[in-house]
T-cell receptor, first 110, second 115 residues
Framework: ELKVEQNPLFLSMQEGKNYTIYCNYSTTSDRLYWYRQDPGKSLESLFVLLSNGAVKQEGRLMASLDTKARLSTLHITAAVHDLSATYFC??????????FGKGTSLLVTP | GAVVSQHPSRVICKSGTSVKIECRSLDFQATTMFWYRQFPKQSLMLMATSNEGSKATYEQGVEKDKFLINHASLTLSTLTVTSAHPEDSSFYICTPYAGGANEQFFGPGTRLTVL
């Protein structure tokens, strides 16, 4: 069974600070996704990582993938309040359905 | 990204009634449809997978006779919650998927509240 673990589950950080969210998964997969969810809304796609060593960046967010360690990271640089949301990593199984981590609830404070 | 619609976006119903949720992929043909649900303060859990023209396969713990899925075309899938009860109150989200595609986009979701 494919398991996905995220940490931390809750993160309160000051504006301007950097932090990293970690996502570990239990079995081999060739697709890892990061999504953002705002309260009451559905998921917004942030990144899809397909290969070992993949790194993608969009604004203050950067995601990376190490398939050998079965680890992905989502790095936040110089956080701003608008980044407050819940972030999910998800790993595709062999049928392409997604197994989600529990999510990281991020609050960026002044 | 892909355009996915769900209808209704929000529904409140009485216990024992049935509710139908529609999911449409507006700009691509979805050979597969994934249905997820999300309980408050929790993550998303896969409920079922359907392929166009085939019966859906359900995840363990999801009653196939309660959650009826129809994927009659490459752009439309429906999820019917039959005889809904308060414990079925949840956020239901679909993901149309074109086999082999890298990206997966989620519908806007349907919030079901059963009184």
């Amino acid at each position: 069974e494919l398991k996905v673990e995220q940490n931390p589950l809750f993160l309160s950080m000051q504006e301007g600070k950097n932090y990293t969210i970690y996502c570990n998964y239990s079995t081999t997969s060739d697709r890892l996704y990061w999504y953002r969810q705002d309260p009451g809304k559905s998921l917004e796609s942030l990144f899809v990582l397909l290969s070992n060593g993949a790194v993608k960046q969009e604004g203050r967010l950067m995601a990376s993938l190490d398939t050998k360690a079965r680890l992905s990271t989502l790095h936040i640089t110089a956080a701003v309040h608008d980044l407050s949301a819940t972030y999910f990593c998800a790993v595709a199984n062999s049928g392409y359905a997604l197994n989600f981590g529990k999510g990281t609830s991020l609050l960026v404070t002044p | 990204g892909a355009v996915v619609s769900q209808h209704p976006s929000r529904v409140i119903c009485k216990s024992g009634t049935s509710v139908k949720i529609e999911c449409r992929s507006l700009d691509f043909q979805a050979t597969t449809m994934f249905w997820y649900r999300q309980f408050p303060k929790q993550s998303l859990m896969l409920m079922a997978t359907s392929n166009e023209g085939s019966k859906a396969t359900y995840e363990q713990g999801v009653e196939k006779d309660k959650f009826l899925i129809n994927h009659a075309s490459l752009t439309l899938s429906t999820l019917t919650v039959t005889s809904a009860h308060p414990e079925d109150s949840s956020f239901y989200i679909c993901t149309p998927y074109a086999g082999g595609a890298n990206e997966q986009f989620f519908g806007p979701g349907t919030r079901l509240t059963v009184l």
